[in-house]
Structures are given as structure tokens and as C-alpha cells.
């Protein structure tokens, strides 16, 4: 099993920006994908960006240009950092582990709010 622990949410003013972290530990396997999702109030969980461990992207049209996804696989941790943000990105934040469909693994989600 994988535990993944997010850190980095917060409230921010429209045009900052925001850091968040996640950590995973448990059974994991050095070869696999971690990524960001969100789910704002009313819509249905998207993908935000994903990396895998051999440094493939894949961000939301929604995001391009203004997020940045890394990781450090030493650490078992993936980032996002997230510039020039808006009210729209406003949403709770899920980090995510996929080795298999039967290794698919999520964190419990941080907070992000963008006020005008």
C-alpha cells in the first residue's frame, strides 16, 4: 500500500503563487506516474498535470504555461508549482500514484483558494 501525504495549500490573491508538495512512502515502486488532480464545487475530479518517473508530462490546457509539475524521485515526492493563479483554479487539490490499475493510489487533498 502507498500513503501520500499533500502539503503547500493555502489561500492566495489572483496572480500568485502557490507550492504544493507530495509525499508518498509505503510500497512503492521506483517505476510509475504521480500527478496532480482537482475537483472544484460542482465538477467532476480533472487531471491537472502528471509526471512519470522517467520525466513524461501531461498538464490540462487549463494550466499550460502558468504550472510547472517535477519530482524527485530520490524523495518519493512530487511538486507543482503554480504561478499567475486565478479564481477558477480555485479547488481541492489530489495527489496522485499509479503503478497498475490495481496500484492507484490517492491523497486526501488540500485546499486551494484564489480570491479576486
Known amino acids: 500500500q502507498v500513503q501520500l501525504v499533500e502539503s503547500g495549500g493555502g489561500l492566495v490573491q489572483a496572480g500568485g503563487s502557490l507550492r504544493l508538495s507530495c509525499a508518498a512512502s509505503?510500497?512503492?515502486?521506483?517505476?510509475?506516474?504521480m500527478g496532480w488532480y482537482r475537483q472544484a464545487p460542482g465538477k467532476q475530479r480533472e487531471l491537472v498535470a502528471a509526471?512519470?518517473?522517467?520525466?513524461?508530462?501531461n498538464y490540462a490546457d487549463s494550466v499550460k504555461g502558468r504550472f510547472t509539475i517535477s519530482r524527485d524521485n530520490a524523495k518519493n515526492t512530487v511538486y507543482l508549482q503554480m504561478n499567475s493563479l486565478k479564481p477558477e483554479d480555485t479547488a481541492v487539490y489530489y495527489c496522485?500514484?499509479?503503478?497498475?490499475?490495481?496500484?492507484?493510489?490517492w491523497g486526501q487533498g488540500t485546499q486551494v483558494t484564489v480570491f479576486s
Open positions: 509505503g510500497s512503492i515502486f521506483s517505476i510509475n506516474t
Open positions: 509526471m512519470t518517473s522517467g520525466g513524461s508530462t
Open positions: 496522485n500514484y499509479y503503478y497498475h490499475e490495481r496500484y492507484n493510489y
